[in-house]
C-alpha cells in the first residue's frame, strides 16, 4: 500500500470539518471515542471499508462497527427494533454495539459478508461532531494494527498506522480503555453479550429479559470457525512481550514476577504495590476495574517500549466490569491461565 502523510489534527470545529472532508471523500480517519481509538471510514462510499482492512491488515471476515451521531440514524440502513430504542434510551450515547439484521444499504464489505450489521452511538463528543459533519455512518473497528493492543491514546495510532491513514484527531485518553459492548438480540425479549465492555450484564439486565453470555466470552477455545461474533477467533491484543495471566493473590503473583529468570520482567500491580516488585512495576492506579480497563492496552504497550520479555497481570474476576478485562487479558495471554501450581 502506497504511503500517504498522515496529519495529526487537534480537536475543533475547523479540524472536524476537516477530517469529515476527508471521510466524504472516501479516506481514512481516526478518531477518539470513549472506549478506544476507531479508525473510521464512511459506511457507504464504496471501497472505504477495504482500505480500513487494509491499513490494519484485519482479515476481511471480521466486520465493522457502523457508528451513528443519533440512534435513529441506524434506521437508515439496518432492521431496527423497539429493543434497539429501549436499549438506546438507557445505554446510548455511550460504549454499547448492538448487532442488528442489515438492509442492502451497507455493502457486504463493511459486515464481513454477514446480513447483520453492528451499530454503535458513540458518547464522545469528536465522535459524535465527526460522524455529523460527515453526513453519513461512519464504519470503525479499533486503530490499531490487527492483533496488536487497541490504542487508547493518538501516539498509540501513530506509532501503528503512520503513513496508512489520512488523518488523526487527538482528543487525548480515552475514558474506558477497553473496546464497547457487543449484543445481540435474541428475539424473545433477551440479548447475548458477544463481547464483554463498560456495560455491564447486570445493566443490560435493567432493560433487558435475560441477558446470556456467549461462551466465548470467557473461553477463547469456543471462538470456532463460525464463531458469534467473528473478532473473537483472532490473537488479540498481543504486545511482543509475553503475557502471563495469573489466577491468585497479588502477592503470589508479585513472588512468581520476582522468581522468573527471564531478563526483562514486568507486572501490572495497583499503584500502591510499585516498591514490591523487583523488575518494572506497571502502575493500574486503584487496581478497581474502571482504573484497570483505563490502563490495561496502554501498559501493554508500554511493555513493548520497554523491551520487556513477560508481563505478569493477575487474572481478574469474571464479574461486573472486571469481565471485560478478563476476556481481553486471556486472549493477550494466548488462552493459558498460569496458577500458583504450574
Ligand atoms: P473492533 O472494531 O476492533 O472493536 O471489533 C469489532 C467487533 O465487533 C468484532 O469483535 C466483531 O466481530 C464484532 N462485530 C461487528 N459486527 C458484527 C456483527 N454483524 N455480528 C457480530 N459481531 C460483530
Ligand atoms: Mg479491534
Excluded at 67 to 95: C, I, K, T, W
Excluded at 107 to 126: F, K, N, W
Excluded at 188 to 203: K, N, S
Aim: aromatic share 6%; charged share 25%; net charge negative.
Amino acid at each position: 500500500m502506497s504511503e500517504k502523510k498522515t496529519v495529526v489534527l487537534p480537536v475543533s470545529d475547523g479540524a472536524i470539518a476537516y477530517a469529515a472532508d476527508i471521510i466524504k471523500r472516501g479516506g481514512l480517519v481516526a478518531f477518539p471515542t470513549e472506549t478506544v481509538y476507531g479508525l473510521g471510514a464512511s459506511a457507504y462510499y464504496p471501497g472505504a471499508a477495504k482500505k480500513i482492512y487494509e491499513a490494519k491488515g484485519r482479515p476481511s471476515d471480521n466486520p465493522l462497527i457502523v457508528h451513528v451521531s443519533e440512534p435513529n440514524e441506524a434506521e437508515d440502513f439496518a432492521v431496527v427494533q423497539s429493543e434497539f430504542y429501549r436499549l438506546a434510551e438507557r445505554f446510548m450515547p455511550g460504549p454499547l454495539t448492538v448487532v442488528l439484521k442489515k438492509t442492502e444499504k451497507i455493502d457486504p464489505s463493511v459486515t464481513g459478508g454477514l446480513d447483520t450489521v453492528a451499530v454503535r452511538c458513540p458518547e464522545h463528543p469528536a465522535a459524535r461532531a465527526l460522524i455529523k459533519a460527515s453526513g453519513c455512518p461512519i464504519a470503525a473497528p479499533s486503530a490499531n494494527r490487527s492483533g496488536s493492543p487497541s490504542p487508547t491514546e493518538a501516539a498509540h495510532v501513530l506509532a501503528d498506522l503512520d503513513g496508512r491513514i489520512d488523518a488523526i484527531i487527538d482528543g487525548g485518553p480515552c475514558r474506558v480503555g477497553v473496546e464497547s459492548t457487543v449484543i445481540s438480540l435474541d428475539g424473545d425479549g433477551g440479548c447475548t453479550i458477544l463481547r464483554p465492555g463498560d456495560v455491564t450484564a447486570d445493566m443490560l439486565a435493567e432493560v433487558m429479559r435475560s441477558v446470556r453470555i456467549a461462551g466465548a466470552v470467557t473461553d477463547p477455545s469456543l471462538s470456532g470457525d463460525r464463531p458469534l461474533s467473528p473478532g473473537m477467533k483472532y490473537k488479540h491484543y498481543s504486545p511482543r512481550a509475553e503475557v502471563i495471566a495469573y489466577e491468585g493473590a497479588l502477592e503470589e503473583m508479585i513472588d512468581a514476577a520476582n522468581c522468573d529468570p527471564a531478563p526483562r520482567v514486568g507486572a501490572i500491580v495497583p499503584d500502591g504495590y510499585a516498591d514490591q516488585v523487583k523488575g518494572t512495576a506497571l502502575l493500574s492506579g486503584d487496581g478497581g476495574a474502571d482504573d484497570m480497563c483505563h490502563a490495561f492496552f496502554s501498559l501493554l504497550r508500554q511493555a513493548d517500549e520497554l523491551s520487556l520479555d513477560r508481563v505478569y497481570v493477575r487474572v481478574p474476576p469474571k464479574t461486573g466490569k472486571f469481565l471485560a478485562l478478563y476476556n481481553r487479558l486471556i486472549r493477550a495471554a494466548g488462552g493459558k491461565i498460569t496458577t500458583p501450581e504450574n
